[in-house]
């Protein structure tokens, strides 16, 4: 049985869809890192990404508390002010981009 069966013998076609939906909306995003001070802890990290995530066109958030970056994808061109506010309400000061 090859690794696009499943068990009942029937092939797997939507895998590759998925792949493909998952490529073009990787290729049509915008990744901007922000320098952000104040950071210390995984709740730094936990509080950054739930605010942040919670704006309109956030795909991701990466936080690297260590490097006090912030890496944010957007379905389009970051909003920056916003990103900023959302940071700020989380406690921290998003200081430009890096």
Same mark, same amino acid.
């Given at each position: 049985?090859?690794?696009?069966?499943?068990?009942?013998?029937?092939?797997?076609?939507?895998?590759?869809?998925?792949?493909?939906?998952?490529?073009?909306?990787?290729?049509?995003?915008?990744?901007?890192?922000?320098?952000?001070?104040?950071?210390?802890?995984?709740?730094?990290?936990?509080?950054? +990404? @739930?605010?942040?995530?919670?704006? &309109?066109?956030? *795909?991701?958030?990466? /936080? #690297?508390? %260590? $490097?006090?970056?912030? =890496?944010? +994808? @957007?379905?389009?061109?970051?909003? &920056?002010?916003? *990103?900023?506010?959302? /940071? #700020?309400? %989380? $406690?921290?000061?998003? =200081?430009?981009?890096?």
């Amino acid at each position: 049985m090859s690794s696009c069966c499943t068990p009942d013998g029937s092939c797997s076609t939507n895998a590759d869809a998925a792949t493909t939906a998952t490529a073009t909306a990787v290729a049509e995003s915008t990744a901007t890192v922000y320098a952000v001070s104040g950071m210390t802890c995984g709740h730094c990290r936990t509080a950054i +990404t @739930t605010s942040v995530s919670a704006l &309109d066109g956030v *795909i991701s958030v990466d /936080v #690297d508390i %260590a $490097g006090g970056l912030v =890496t944010v +994808t @957007t379905g389009g061109a970051p909003d &920056d002010a916003a *990103i900023a506010a959302a /940071v #700020d309400d %989380a $406690g921290y000061d998003l =200081t430009g981009r890096a």
